[in-house]
């Protein structure tokens, strides 16, 4: 199969109307898309990600309107969150409605909805038909892609299509939270914090994180190198042709390869997807220069500790 690069969100709309899977980009991370509606179509997505079936979709509309063919009903919380943060990087989790296939929820009876706020996401969703089934567009265990170039790198002759985009601004993928339960959980951390969540519809939990999230019980993030996270004496634990991503500062008179990762977690949320996927092309082995985790920055050591399975030296 030749994949073909679309460079108007019209025509990428098109191929998913006909039913075909479409990667597309967000401003989280680049997303691999369906007719949530089309059953067949959203199989497609499983088979060309390698995803487990039991790891349910997120369903992307452009329109408030929509949310209703999605979601049964959007309890006060919802909406407020909805006021608060749609368009941008948050879903939150609803009862769903019948007419949504189980595939797609990988058989749950809630859906995750989102509303991206990239203008080429918003564009290409409002010409789609029905709501749009997609995870990030990385094969299943990768680090999400963040720039058109590196979703092709996983996906080239595997998709019919790709709407071309810029990189994403996020550079993590949306904050879940579900609005299911009697006091609402944040099911994955994102750029968007537990504390702005809060904010708008007080105090959230985050037990979801390990419990609840079907996706978050399947390997994640993982590039093609070991990556270890480091603290304290960051020099001494280095080996040979390795490379060291750099949060806080980089070591004095350090010699070796580094790639800087910015300042504070936006920064780092901007970068860390896209380093580790040009870093595994030429080393075997990721430090990343770690710290200590706090709201602003979970998100970001979520991905990390993922990546690195937890490893910290
Ligand atoms: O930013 C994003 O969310 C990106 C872009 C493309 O929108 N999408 C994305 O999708 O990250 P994916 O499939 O890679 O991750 C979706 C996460 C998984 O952890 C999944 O388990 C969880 O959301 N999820 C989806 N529907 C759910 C539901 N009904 N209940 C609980 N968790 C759900
Ligand atoms: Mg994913």
Known sequence: MKTQRIHTPIKAAELINKGEVVAFPTETVYGLGADAFNEEAVRNIFKIKGRPGDNPLIVHVARLEDIKRIAKEIPGKAMALIDA?????????????????????????????????????????????????????????????????????????KVPAILTGSRSNVGIESTVIDLTVESPQILRPGHITKEEVEAVIGPVGTAGVINRSPGTRHTHYKPDAKVILLKGDIKSKLTPGSVLFTTLSKPEDFEGDTIDLGKGPAEWEHNLFLALREAEKRYDTIYIEFFDIDESNRGVADRMLRASGGEIR
């Open 85 to 157: 943060f749609f368009p941008g990087p948050i879903t939150l989790v609803l009862k769903k409605r019948d007419e949504i296939p189980d595939i797609v929820t990988a058989g749950l009876t809630t859906v995750g909805v989102r509303m991206p706020r990239d203008p080429i996401a918003s564009a290409f969703l409002s010409a789609c038909n029905n709501p749009v089934a997609a995870p990030s567009a990385n094969l299943s265990g990768r680090p999400s892609p963040t720039t058109s170039e590196e979703t092709l790198r996983d996906l080239e002759g």
